[in-house]
T-cell receptor, first 116, second 111 residues
Framework: EAEVAQSPRYKITEKSQAVAFWCDPISGHATLYWYRQILGQGPELLVQFQDESVVDDSQLPKDRFSAERLKGVDSTLKIQPAELGDSAMYLC??????????????FGPGTRLTVL | ELKVEQNPLFLSMQEGKNYTIYCNYSTTSDRLYWYRQDPGKSLESLFVLLSNGAVKQEGRLMASLDTKARLSTLHITAAVHDLSATYFCAPPMGSNYQLIWGAGTKLIIKP
């Protein structure tokens, strides 16, 4: 069964350091999403890609976060510098990307980030 | 303000009992998604409800959607311990179908 892959699964870093997360969506999925989920809350969308283009990054803290999907397949989310408040689960999801949108999003296992 | 309200936020129940989780939302959306999340794990898609009056069932879970009332329900029949998890509802909004997430309902089913 096809799955969304993410790495690393866990990351511990010190504040002011740089961190990067990688996501490989389900093959053939054009739409890719990065979410942040704080413990006890629902996910918060950070950025949405359609192929290699950013569709929505209105909630991405652009002073420290960046995301790219250069070839329209896998994607990287970077934080530089990391702050204590960035500790959270970072989830990647993908969907087929039907015209008109609204198809089911499938989530990867997530990266648990702890900033010390 | 766009809101998704789930009720209850926490539910502890005995095995074998029935219960319903409610999801009220403020967007004008023609569909809604339900997801399950186990502690420390990612989100698993349960149901996508695509139209007013849609009903989907999988095992002991049944979801329904009333787009006019902006209400979805997730009904649990004869609960078993394996259904213990946090359940999220999420209607999409806007041209990008961005999901708006509720806070989740944490369900604990005791043997």
């Amino acid at each position: 069964e096809a799955e969304v892959a993410q790495s690393p699964r866990y990351k511990i870093t010190e504040k002011s350091q740089a961190v990067a997360f990688w996501c490989d969506p389900i093959s053939g999925h054009a739409t890719l999403y990065w979410y942040r989920q704080i413990l006890g809350q629902g996910p918060e969308l950070l950025v949405q890609f359609q192929d290699e283009s950013v569709v929505d990054d209105s909630q991405l803290p652009k002073d420290r976060f960046s995301a790219e999907r250069l070839k329209g397949v896998d994607s990287t989310l970077k934080i530089q510098p990391a702050e204590l408040g960035d500790s959270a689960m970072y989830l990647c999801a993908s969907s087929f990307g039907l015209a008109g949108g609204g198809d089911t999003q499938y989530f990867g296992p997530g990266t648990r980030l702890t900033v010390l | 303000e766009l809101k998704v309200e789930q009720n209850p936020l926490f539910l502890s129940m005995q095995e074998g009992k029935n219960y319903t989780i409610y999801c009220n939302y403020s967007t004008t959306s023609d569909r809604l998604y339900w997801y399950r999340q186990d502690p420390g794990k990612s989100l698993e898609s349960l149901f996508v409800l695509l139209s007013n009056g849609a009903v989907k069932q999988e095992g002991r879970l049944m979801a329904s959607l009333d787009t006019k009332a902006r209400l979805s329900t997730l009904h649990i029949t004869a609960a078993v311990h394996d259904l213990s998890a946090t359940y999220f509802c999420a209607p999409p909004m806007g041209s990008n179908y961005q999901l708006i997430w509720g806070a989740g309902t944490k369900l604990i089913i005791k043997p």
